[in-house]
């Protein structure tokens, strides 16, 4: 891509129909470009809206009439003069927008080069630029504040203290060998190890945080398993609160895996009912259940989480048991369902929920254990959390140099080699912000926004 030059024209908002549409440009022609293409009872300032019919670029008609705003660089999204066209949201209208300013020299945005360019420019670190695509994609309330918290740089902070130590430890360590003739003193070796260990705390704490911030950002799964006519359809039917699943008194109802989609404390939860675990009748009648029995043991095996559903009524709970112990390890929730059909719950070896899927009793607290399951991932207070597998690799990237460091230090290696290692980590935490990053990967990063962005 070239930015210096080109002035680039994209439509912002989402595709269809609606109230509003807008059309933004960003570059130095921004302003030239879309001028002639309004008549303007005010020029164009800074920081101001102008109200603007828009022409036909071919009869010079009135089009439509728009609100424009112009932001002059540097106090741009882009760090770049942008202008925004915030007409009617027709795409007809906002596409003949986009043409006439293509006619005049810009060129159509590649997806996600507004925000791109504002990452190129320094406004951005790629933590940030990162986050205003979880913001957008973002499905649940809790997802767009985490986001908009690592947008307005929650993570950078806490990156920022980590690094300065770092290179604080760099450059006394440098000092040291290039001084060594002038009799300069050698940092201690557990003055050194101290302040590894400084720099390693708050990393390994970014790096636990994965756990719960990718659950905040990508959901988990939740598959329901248990014998037939336990109820699972009945409490998959509750925790989405519509009946989506059919639920009869026939045994083996359930054959293919039903999935749909909902928040659990504002993470997105996907939600899985299976067929009933048992022996299938043996023979091509019992070939559909036989599959489905095995698609419910897929589920099971790749969920995030799995919740055994046991009939309260049932006197033979050994099944159950077995499949139990099978998920030791896992994260799991035994579920004692039909409490409304008995008169004093049963009473189990292992901890359990008791709730009845008919009347609700018992599910607001099933829900409660379900978001307790990854609460002890979840960190406190507003702290930064890492969210994605590229953050993730950068952190532990980080970790390894660091640790490399600590060994060469414990083996009384010279200090150049424990330097080599200690610049390794500080790329990695630049490789995390995006100081030093190819640009593969973020051309990679960026290919994923959508193209107004």
């Known amino acids: 891509m070239t930015f210096e030059q080109d002035t680039i024209v994209a439509i912002s908002t989402p595709p269809g129909r ?37 022409l036909d670029p071919d009869t010079g008609l009135v089009l439509d009439e728009a609100v424009v705003t112009y932001f002059q660089g540097p106090r741009s999204y882009t760090s770049e003069d942008v202008v925004e066209i915030a007409a009617h949201g027709s795409p007809v209208l906002l596409g003949a927008i986009v043409q006439a300013c293509l006619d005049r020299g810009a060129r159509l945005a590649e997806p996600g080069e507004f925000t791109q360019r504002a990452f190129l420019a320094g406004r951005l670190d790629l933590t940030q630029a990162e986050a205003v695509h979880d913001l957008i994609e973002s499905s649940t309330l809790h997802q767009a504040r985490v986001a908009a918290r690592q947008l307005g740089g929650s993570l950078s902070r806490v990156l920022s203290p980590i690094k300065e130590s770092l290179i604080q430890l760099i450059a006394a360590l440098e000092a040291g060998i290039d001084f060594a003739e002038d009799d300069l003193d050698l940092m201690p070796q557990p003055e050194i190890a101290a302040r590894i260990a400084g720099v390693e705390a708050p990393l390994r704490a970014l790096a636990d945080s994965y756990r719960y911030g990718r659950i905040v950002r990508e959901g988990f799964t939740l598959a329901i398993v248990g014998k037939p006519n336990a109820g699972k359809s009945s409490l998959f039917n509750r925790l989405l609160q519509r009946d989506r699943a059919i639920v009869t008194a026939q045994p083996g109802t359930t054959r293919d895996p039903i999935q749909e989609r909902l ?72 579920v004692v369902n039909k409490a409304d059909l008995i008169a004093a719950p049963p009473a189990f070896p292992v901890p359990h929920r008791i709730v009845s899927a008919k009347t609700g009793a018992g599910v607001e607290e099933l829900k409660e254990a379900l978001l307790q399951t990854f609460a002890h991932a979840a960190p406190t207070g507003d702290s930064a959390l890492i969210t994605n597998l590229r953050q993730h690799g950068a952190i532990a990237a980080a970790l390894a140099a660091l640790s490399a460091a600590a060994r060469a230090l414990r083996e ?42």
């Open 18 to 54: 609606g109230g509003i549409g807008i059309v933004r440009l960003s570059g130095p022609r921004a302003k030239e470009i879309a001028e002639p293409l309004l008549r303007l009872r005010h020029a164009l300032a800074a920081g101001q809206a102008r109200f603007a019919e828009v």
């Open 263 to 334: 928040s659990l404390g504002g993470i997105p939860v996907e939600l899985i009912d299976t067929a009933g675990l048992r022996e299938a009748p043996a023979g091509p009648e019992g070939e559909a259940e036989r599959q489905g029995i095995a698609r419910s043991g897929a589920a099971m095996a790749e969920a995030d989480v799995v919740l055994l559903v046991v009939d309260a009524t049932d006197p033979d709970h050994g099944e159950a048991f077995e499949t139990w112990s099978k998920l030791e390890g896992r994260a799991a929730l035994l």
């Open 412 to 453: 009384t290696m010279p200090h150049e080699m424990l330097l080599l290692d200690l610049y390794q980590t500080l790329e990695s935490l630049d490789s995390l912000t995006g100081a030093t990053t190819a640009d593969d990967i973020l051309r990679l990063i960026f290919s994923t926004f959508c193209i107004g962005k």
